[in-house]
């Protein structure tokens, strides 16, 4: 017999042991509803506040877009020059040229400030505190035995602060000089450190060179340091400067253009330079790149090893 034959039959009387069980069987089935009705839902967007974050969601995507009064290199295949050894007259149509900090902008182009931000210059190891410098468990201080630099320690959030204290003043006489970009080098001096820093501590340190630039009203790239082209984003990275992307196997430029609204690729070779120009064939229509071959030396056109060329 159903319940509805049996308790709501209008033949039948409804008695108090009736309305008893009634009463009964009305709870078990809110009960039984409960039990049945899944997880709390949210909002569709809202976080419960026991919830997991993505690990692959960016923890600063709000930077993704470089901050009002920042101006992107020149997104249109301009024509770079690189410049950081020696200033000079750049040739005729360049449209972004990249200088030592210690050098003045060109008049009328757009001006990227070179820094060497990780490492102290050959010549600069007195001017940094000797804590600031890597040491190794001997007290040795590690070099970039490349270019007979020091590795500065950003392994510690208070040398980090201290040494972007010093980088910072130099980021400010930039945009006072009237640059409009920064260039911080040796973002990969971890790779040199003998695993006395990490990928994390790179990151850490640029973060913070990025909010200095930003509050300047500068651009900040990458430099090279593919491998951490997907953490632009969250630190703050606005375009990338990529050596040597083409001469690398197999290349690299297209990751650059992937991870960067503004990539300037220079190269050092003939092969390297036709490859990254190749890569640029059909291309829509190479809109955010410029592309150089300089010399190693990065020398002047008076210089007897100048090299300059370009994909045209």
Known sequence: MSLRSSF????RPLTGAVLVSLIGIVALFVVIGISHAGPERTARGAKKATEVPDATASPRADRAAPPEGVKLPPADGANFDYQINEPYDPPSGVEIVSRDREAPPAPGLYNICYINAFQAQPDGRDDWDPDLLLRDADGEVVMDEDWGE????????DKRRRIADTVGDWIDGCAEAGYQGVEPDNYDSYTRSRDLLTEDDAMAFIALLADRAHAAHLAIGQKNTLELASHREELGLDFAVAEECGEQRPPECDDYTEAFPAVIMIEYTDSGLRTACAGREGADPAANVA???????VSAPDGDGYVRETCD
């Open 8 to 11: 709501f039959s209008p033949r």
């Open 150 to 157: 020091a590795l500065l320690d950003i392994g510690t959030a």
């Open 291 to 297: 592309i150089v071959r300089r010399d190693l030396d």
